[in-house]
Structure formats: C-alpha cells, structure tokens
C-alpha cells in the first residue's frame, strides 16, 4: 500500500503569510494527487487536483506543485476563510490513501 | 449542478447491518467511478471502497473487505454500501465521492452517520 506522510500535522499562521504544506509517498506516484480543504461539518473540498491543476473557482493564492513522492500545497496569503484543515489524497493506486491532514489555526 | 445525497445511516449495534445509499444528479452516473470514503468523529478522511463506472473493478480498504459490499444502479442513478457484522470502530460520517477520469475525487456529498454502539 502507498503511505501518505503529511506534514505539519497543525499550523499556527497569521493572515496574510505564506504556509506549505507537504506530502510525502511511500513509492512514486506521479502526479496522481489532489489537496483538499475541509471545514468542520463539511465535505471536503477539491482544491489542486494533478499535483498541480487549480480547480475551476479556487482562489489563485492556492498552488500545487511535485511529482513522484513529494508534493507541497502553498497558500501565498492566508485569508481568514483559509484556515481550515487540509488533506492530500493519492488515486495512483488502490487503496487510496490520504494524508493525515494539516489543521490550519489563526495564530 | 451536481449533486450527491447519502442516506441510510442511524444507529446499529454491534454485529449488525446496515444499508447505505448516494442518490447522484447533475451529471451521467453511468460515466464515472465512485467511492464511499468515511471520518471517525475527530479523525482524518479513509477511504473504504470504489466501484468502476460498469461496476466491472471494485476494490476495497482492509479494514471492511469481507464485511462491506459496493454496488450501483445506473438506471436509477445510486451507489450503495451494504455493511455487514458492524464494529464500534466503523462508527463514521460516510461520504461518496465522484472519480474523475483526470484527477482525484472532485464531488463530495454530505455524507450520512453511522453510529455503531450497544
């Protein structure tokens, strides 16, 4: 099975900065990976899916980048509605497997 | 617009079973492949089962092989999740998800509680 290792695990940031945050895989997965964002009560929503794609209505201040087995969200300047907790999923292969996610606090 | 709609959950005790259905609208059913991912109260996102467009590749986590038993209607436009000899650790928010054939899940529904107690 594909291992997503995310980290932080929880992230204390002010609006306005810049946070990344990372996935790791067990093996390559080339750029199968999407990044999303969920808010208590919610259903996740897809915000970068391809590694890299931004999804149609997301902001621009979300980015995506890696192939193979490191991958980073970025946030170029938090927003008060950003802050959330943040998930990355693999759909390489079966099982698919999220990251741990990456709760994003005001600091 | 797209829509997914879970219903089915409640509260069941051990050992028991349980039927839970996702009602799609909005786009051709019969296209995609979908998924039943779940969220343990305070927990992150599993996912548990995905079933092929023409129901021809299914596959399932560990956690709920043998127990658990995907399936779809195309004609009536639904996924189910059959689940059989419930534990207290299956006790979960579950969600179905859309599976494009371009990148990972863009369509969530709410999501319906399952509730695993005695």
């Known amino acids: 099975d594909i291992q997503m290792t995310q980290s932080p695990s929880s992230l204390s940031a002010s609006v306005g900065d810049r946070v990344t945050i990372t996935c790791r895989a067990s093996?390559?997965?080339?750029?199968?990976l999407g990044w999303y964002q969920q808010k208590p009560g919610k259903a996740p929503k897809r915000l970068i899916y391809a590694a890299s794609s931004l999804q149609s209505g997301v902001p621009s201040r979300f980015s995506g980048s890696g192939s193979g087995t490191e991958f980073t969200l970025t946030i170029s300047s938090l927003q008060p509605e950003d802050f959330a907790t943040y998930y990355c999923?693999?759909?390489?292969?079966?099982?698919?497997?999220f990251g741990q996610g990456t709760k994003l606090e005001i600091k | 617009e797209v829509q997914l709609v879970e219903s089915g959950g409640g509260l069941v005790k051990p050992g028991g079973s349980l039927r839970l259905s996702c009602a799609a609208s909005?786009?051709?059913?019969?296209?995609?492949?979908m998924n039943w991912v779940r969220q343990a109260p305070g927990k992150g996102l599993e996912w548990v089962a995905s079933i092929s467009s023409g129901s021809n590749y299914i596959y399932y986590a560990d956690s709920v092989k043998g127990r658990f038993t995907i399936s779809r209607d195309n004609a009536k436009n639904s996924l189910y999740l059959q689940m059989n000899s419930l534990r207290v650790e299956d006790t979960a928010v579950y969600s179905c998800a859309r599976d494009p054939p371009r990148g990972s899940y863009d369509y969530w529904g709410q999501g319906t509680l399952v509730t695993v107690s005695s």
């Open positions: 093996q390559g997965i080339r750029n199968d």
């Open positions: 909005g786009f051709i059913f019969s296209s995609f492949s």
């Open positions: 999923l693999q759909d390489n292969d079966y099982p698919h497997t």
